[in-house]
């Protein structure tokens, strides 16, 4: 759950600006059949299987609309549910659980179908001792939710963005001239207090990458022969990141390879949304 001082800062801007993309003016709809305030709920119903993420973003919709409106809530972030499942009710102004409704469920499907595919994902290292991280290939002003979804999901938060911590991947050690230029700069340059990681595609690199200090070694893209082959080369000296192309479908073949984490863009770049609706509106 967001504390309230990241939902006022972070969380209510956009949301807010969510709302004005959807209500540029008037919503013409709502109020050619609502053109009054009347009292009113409606029910909000699972479509399929899943794990349930975003509720709090959800009943934040419509409470920035109108502070009256009150939600129900019959489950909370991270359970599983079922086609047919009640998962709230929304009770306040009906215009507002009309102008309110896209935004609310945009918000809910997202972060839901993130959660329920993490979770898939995360299930199939169970036992492995591999940790599964997210990356920055996030939907644009909307990484907040979604690395929050991944959470919810069972998995874990690479950084946050380009601030939050070194990651040297190709272009810049093209821009360095080499592997070990680029870890030496970046502990010149970087607090002592941060990790440095880098990004390596063959075993030449890895070697580089050993002598040069890094803390991190990803490899990115590499065979199960390569893996395991860097694995022996780095010996302890450093953790593991495995990266590049991890999905579902192919996850499990990297259980037994000995690294500390594997990164999978797909968390948040390719999760299906989880099918929601708001149904059977009417007056109280």
Do not use: W
Not at 234 to 241: S, V
């Amino acid at each position: 759950m967001f504390d309230p001082v990241t939902m006022k800062l972070n969380i209510d801007p956009l949301i807010m600006g969510a709302l004005r993309e959807d209500i540029s003016g008037e919503d013409v709809s709502t109020n050619s059949v609502m053109p009054t305030s009347k009292a009113g709920m409606v029910t909000l119903i699972c479509k399929e299987e899943g794990v349930i993420c975003g509720l709090q973003v959800f009943e934040r919709v419509f409470t920035l609309l109108d502070e009256k409106t009150e939600v129900k809530f019959f489950v909370q972030d991270g359970d599983n549910v079922k086609p047919g499942e009640k998962l709230a009710e929304v009770y306040g102004d009906i215009r507002v659980l009309l102008s309110g409704e896209r935004t609310a469920l945009n918000y809910l499907q997202r972060m839901s179908g993130i959660a329920t595919y993490t979770s898939k994902v995360a299930s199939l290292l169970e036992g492995s001792g591999i940790k599964l991280l997210d990356t920055r290939k996030t939907t644009p002003n909307n990484r907040i939710f979604e690395k929050y979804a991944v959470r919810i999901g069972g998995g874990n938060n690479h950084r946050y963005n380009l601030s939050d911590g070194v990651l040297l991947k190709d272009n810049h050690i093209g821009a360095a001239g080499g592997v070990k230029e680029a870890i030496a700069m970046a502990k010149e340059y970087a607090p002592f207090v941060r990790k440095i990681e880098i990004e390596t595609e063959d075993l030449d690199m890895v070697r580089d990458a050993v002598e040069g200090g890094a803390d991190i070694i990803m490899l990115d893209n590499m065979t199960i022969d390569m893996i395991k082959e860097a694995v022996k080369i780095i010996d302890g000296r450093a953790e593991i990141e495995i990266s590049g192309n991890v999905t579902a479908e192919n996850i499990e073949r990297l259980k037994g390879t000995g690294v500390n984490y594997i990164s999978s863009g797909a968390l948040t770049h390719s999760a299906p949304i989880l099918d929601v609706s708001l149904k059977n509106l009417h007056a109280i």
